[in-house]
C-alpha cells in the first residue's frame, strides 16, 4: 500500500534559522541538536547548502569548509581558566571552562585531575573527591 500525504504533516519541531515549521518529507536536517529546513543549514559567508557537508561553527555562526579554512574565519583563542594563559595544545573542558589538562587541579592538595572524578563547589572551585568530602 501506498500513502500519498494530500497535506505536509508539520513536526513537532521548528527550523532553528527561519523559525518557521519543520514538515515530514519537506527536506530537513538535524546538526548540532538543532533541526533546520535544508535551505537553512547554510554557510554563513557563501550560503552554500551543508546537509550532508563538514561544517565548522564559530561564535554561532555555521561556515562550509572552505570558508572557514581560506576567509580568515577562526575561532577564538583559548585561555586557561587557571592560569590565564593562551591554550596552543590540547584544551581540557570542564564546567563550561577551558584549562591546560596540567593546570586542571584541585585547590587543595594541587594534584592534577585530567580523567579523574572531581567536585565543584558553590564557587566553581574544583576539588578531587576526597579533599571536598573533607
Known amino acids: 500500500m501506498i500513502w500519498v500525504w494530500k497535506q505536509p504533516v508539520a513536526l513537532?519541531?521548528?527550523?532553528?534559522?527561519?523559525?518557521?515549521?519543520?514538515?515530514?518529507?519537506?527536506?530537513?536536517?538535524?546538526?548540532?541538536g538543532h533541526l533546520f529546513?535544508?535551505?537553512?543549514?547554510?554557510?554563513?559567508?557563501?550560503?552554500?547548502?551543508?546537509?550532508?557537508?563538514?561544517?565548522?561553527?564559530?561564535?554561532?555562526?555555521i561556515y562550509c569548509e572552505d570558508d572557514f579554512l581560506f576567509s580568515g574565519v577562526h575561532p577564538p583563542e583559548e585561555v586557561c581558566n587557571s592560569c590565564g594563559s593562551s591554550i596552543t595544545d590540547l584544551v581540557l573542558q570542564a564546567q563550561g571552562k577551558s584549562y591546560h589538562p596540567t593546570c586542571f587541579r584541585c585547590v587543595v592538595c594541587r594534584q592534577?585531575?585530567?580523567?579523574?572524578?572531581?567536585?565543584?563547589?558553590?564557587?566553581?572551585?574544583?576539588?578531587?573527591?576526597?579533599?571536598?568530602?573533607r
Open 12 to 32: 513537532k519541531r521548528s527550523c532553528t534559522r527561519c523559525g518557521e515549521a519543520v514538515y515530514a518529507g519537506g527536506g530537513a536536517c538535524k546538526a548540532m
Open 37 to 61: 529546513h535544508n535551505t537553512c543549514f547554510t554557510c554563513a559567508v557563501c550560503n552554500k547548502q551543508l546537509k550532508g557537508q563538514p561544517f565548522f561553527t564559530v561564535l554561532g555562526q
Open 112 to 133: 592534577e585531575l585530567e580523567g579523574k572524578p572531581f567536585a565543584v563547589d558553590s564557587d566553581s572551585r574544583v576539588y578531587c573527591v576526597i579533599d571536598y568530602h
